[in-house]
């Protein structure tokens, strides 16, 4: 976050150009005004695709800090240096990973758990299921439902069943 009125029009863009490691930038302030103290700051989300161990997990929130204000800098994003921090948020088993073999296992996993009517799987990592907000949401929702009925009214796992959406 910094002290800059103007910024670009967008929520968030995906990065693409290879001569930087960001994958995506938000750009809070346009999701709302709340997300800033007022509007003269600004506040990007820098997010950076890794896995736990390996090494832009292992570098310091520092050298993380210096990467990102020079990746600003190479696409040239508005920026300032009034009032600049920053926050590193490290976070474990963000994605859930589909390897070649996940759906078997999944489904092994699935079956053993029906044996437990009363255990409601919602949601990304309760259901091991790349699903975004909004469908992870309406798991949960779903949920709720088959909770307030005593039955299965609802079949969770029919939620984006194809993996398919698109971020317009
Ligand atoms: C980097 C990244 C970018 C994303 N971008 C987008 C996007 O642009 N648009 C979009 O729609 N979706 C996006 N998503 C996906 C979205 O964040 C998830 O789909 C959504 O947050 C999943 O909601 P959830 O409630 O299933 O899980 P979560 O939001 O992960 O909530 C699970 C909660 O359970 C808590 N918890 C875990 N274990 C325990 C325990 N043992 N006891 C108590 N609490 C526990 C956790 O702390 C957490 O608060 C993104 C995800 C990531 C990681």
């Known amino acids: ?10 929520n968030w863009i995906y990065i693409h150009d290879k001569n930087v490691n960001v994958a995506r930038i ?5 999701w709302s005004p709340f997300m800033v103290p007022s509007e003269e700051y600004t506040s990007y989300g820098l997010e950076y695709f890794c896995q736990k161990g390996d090494g832009l997990w292992e570098k310091s929130d520092d050298e993380l800090f210096s990467m990102a204000i020079d990746e600003i800098k190479k696409i040239d994003l508005p920026f300032s240096e009034i009032e600049l921090e920053y926050k ?3 976070i474990p088993k963000a994605y859930p990973v589909y390897d070649h073999n996940h759906r078997n296992r999944l489904e092994e996993i699935k079956n053993y758990l029906e044996k437990f009517p009363t255990l409601h799987l919602a949601g990304r990592n309760g259901m091991h299921r790349y699903n975004n907000q909004d469908h992870s949401i309406k798991t949960g929702f779903l949920c709720a439902e088959n909770i307030a009925a005593d039955k299965k009214l609802f079949d969770p796992w ?5 993996a398919i959406y698109l971020e317009k």
């Open 26 to 30: 938000q750009n809070y302030k346009n």
């Open 88 to 90: 590193v948020l490290r």
């Open 158 to 162: 029919q939620v984006n069943q194809d």
């Open 1 to 10: 976050m910094f002290k800059k009125k103007v910024t670009f029009p967008d």
